[in-house]
């Protein structure tokens, strides 16, 4: 989340602030994924399930992923009712693709709804310039607009930087429109010529005699701009192991360029180091992307693309690691795992990303059970993920609070009784978010806040969704859901690249997920070996798969208010069904 100067906040315009606060939220590589854009909406979903329809008449193996689609589908109508409900001949068509069990009806009426349904970012455009002329008082909605543009804006490439670019020449004082119209402006722009630098571990010679393609030339001097980035990039080439390649690309935004011009410069390498059956050339991923007005640097790297960060504390969780007891026998899933994890990222191609990190969660659930190793997958990972949604945006909050306090130089109330002037507590916001209607910690966190829009309406959504056990039951049973899904997508995008060759839409954002993914099963799972050195991996995965049954059905048992004991125990009945304690 931003935090603009006090100064900026005490004179904003509420209503833009909130709109342009929220645009670059959603890009943040530190938002957790409720605050995120939804990588598929129904146009995207109403696409994937023509050509899964299309490989199941082929083969009886991809049918069971129409279904798991169509499900999709349904949830995703539900989602966007803000444009859907002008349009009830889109609905209806939505309404009988999720029901139908005729392929080529179903791939008929993809058909149909792609041809007829209309644009969808001048659409929601329009409906974001409606719903935005009403602001302050549907701030929900208007939000859930602007997290579907967030979705074509994915499409797009868009990084942090050009987030910031679209709403960061207005101040916060003017008026809404002019946000929306800036944001309006950076989706619907034309693409533009990109010159992109990229680098080839390799000598000139052989280079030289593989440039048949007139849009892949030698780097010369005039095309590196005089701007500090560019110049850094240009002192960086080494001269005696590199050779720079200038390769043109056409493209909105500066990540698509360079996946455009890794995607011309791939061949060149792979075709040599077949016939030389050696790695003699390889892609530097780190590639200077520039236009008429600013030059950037973009690191393809696997290790780049994934949002996870590094722990501060990496080197000691890795010794605690290494000298976790093994009387109980090697743990040879978990250790081939590891071991395909730093495979996947040290690769430089964000295919041969994609299939190691996949590898990496078969490795981990290999050799357990009688199901094959995705259902294995399906039935462990999303449990273990989605039982922490809750900590995860309670953890959020408490930093985005910290943050906002240092800025407008104020401390926490006492009522905040874990927290100080260097750390909000999680557990103090969590009470306030999970507490009673008109508790004290709730107003006074709002109060606090009050002039910061976005954070303010963070804190009371999540009031509002998390003070009624029931709402939380559904909100972990939803979360579980859509991970299966995911998870299923993800299978199929790597089965694609394996035997296809065709790289799934979204690759980086994927990698990223199934990363994430591993991340956190791995933790645990360490964390799990540590107490209890008599359990292999697949009692660990076991064991938080039931952790999470039991926080759905205490949940669903209880009438009063949420135990914020089941996700920040003390000394209670709780701890020991306690997930994340280490």
Not at 107 to 130: E, G, H, M, N
Request: glycine share 4%; hydrophobic share 40%.
């Amino acid at each position: 989340m931003y935090f603009p100067a006090s100064s900026d906040l005490g004179s904003s315009n509420e209503s833009s602030a909130l709109i342009a606060l929220a645009w670059q939220e959603m890009f943040d590589t530190g938002t957790p994924d409720p605050y995120r854009p939804r990588l598929f909406d129904t146009h995207f979903l109403v696409s994937e399930l023509a050509e899964l329809t299309t490989l199941a008449s082929r083969d009886a193996r991809w049918r069971r992923h129409v279904k798991l689609v169509q499900e999709e589908i349904r949830d995703a109508t539900r989602a966007e009712s803000h444009w859907l409900d002008d349009h009830r001949w889109c609905c209806e068509l939505l309404r009988k693709l999720v029901k139908s069990d005729s392929p080529s009806e179903i791939k008929d009426i993809a058909t149909v709804f792609s041809d007829t349904a209309p644009s969808p970012v001048p659409t929601l455009l329009d409906v974001l310039q409606r719903e935005a002329a009403r602001l302050p008082k549907n701030k929900q909605r208007t939000l859930a607009v602007l997290e579907h543009l967030g979705t074509h804006a994915v499409r797009l490439g868009y990084l942090a930087t050009d987030a910031t670019a679209a709403v960061g020449g207005i101040a916060y004082s003017e008026d809404v429109q002019a946000i929306v119209d800036n944001i309006g402006a950076s989706l619907q722009a034309q693409p533009r010529q990109f010159t992109c630098i990229v680098r080839l571990y390799g000598d000139r010679p052989t280079v030289q005699a593989l440039l048949v393609s007139p849009d892949v030339r030698f780097a010369k001097r005039s095309d590196f701009p005089r701007d500090q980035t560019a110049q850094s990039f240009k002192a960086g080439v080494d001269h005696g192991r590199e050779v720079a390649l200038a390769v043109p690309a056409k493209a909105v935004t500066h990540s698509r360029a360079v996946d455009d011009a890794l995607h011309k410069c791939r061949p060149i390498v792979d075709v040599l180091n077949f016939y030389e059956n050696r790695a003699a050339l390889r892609i530097n991923p780190t590639v200077l992307v520039s236009d008429e007005h600013q030059s950037q640097i973009v690191d393809r790297r696997t290790e780049q693309s994934v949002a996870t960060r590094p722990r501060r504390n990496a080197k000691r969780l890795a010794r605690r690691a290494l000298t976790v007891g093994r009387h109980a026998g090697p743990h040879e899933a978990l250790e081939n795992a590891l071991e395909q994890h730093s495979i996947a990222l040290a690769s430089s191609d964000a295919m041969a990303g994609l299939v190691g990190m996949w590898t990496a969660l078969e490795c981990l659930v290999g050799g357990s059970g009688t199901d094959s190793a995705r259902g294995r997958i399906v039935r462990w990972v999303p449990p273990t993920v989605a039982a922490r949604r809750v900590d995860k945006i309670t953890r959020y909050l408490a930093v985005c609070c910290h943050y906002f306090y240092r800025t407008m130089s104020m401390r926490p109330s006492a009522l905040f009784a874990r927290s100080h002037p260097y750390r909000m507590s999680a557990r103090d916001v969590c009470e306030a978010i999970t507490g009673k209607k008109g508790n004290n910690l709730i107003q006074r966190l709002l109060e606090d806040v009050a002039s910061h829009p976005l954070l303010r309406f963070r804190v009371y959504e999540s009031w509002k969704n998390m003070h009624e056990p029931k709402t939380v039951q559904k909100q972990l049973e939803v979360s579980k859901q859509r991970l299966a899904w995911h998870l299923e997508r993800i299978y199929r995008a790597r089965n694609m690249t394996v035997h296809m060759g065709a790289p799934p839409p979204y690759l980086l954002a994927l990698i990223d997920h199934v990363q994430y993914y591993f991340s956190r099963c791995v933790s645990r799972i360490l964390a799990d070996l540590d107490s209890h050195p008599n359990w292999s991996v697949a009692t660990s995965l076991e064991h938080h798969r039931q952790q999470f049954d039991f926080i759905v059905e205490t949940l669903g048992d209880t009438s009063s208010q949420v135990p914020a004991t089941l996700f920040f125990p003390g000394d209670d009945d709780f701890k020991d069904f306690h997930p994340w304690r280490r």
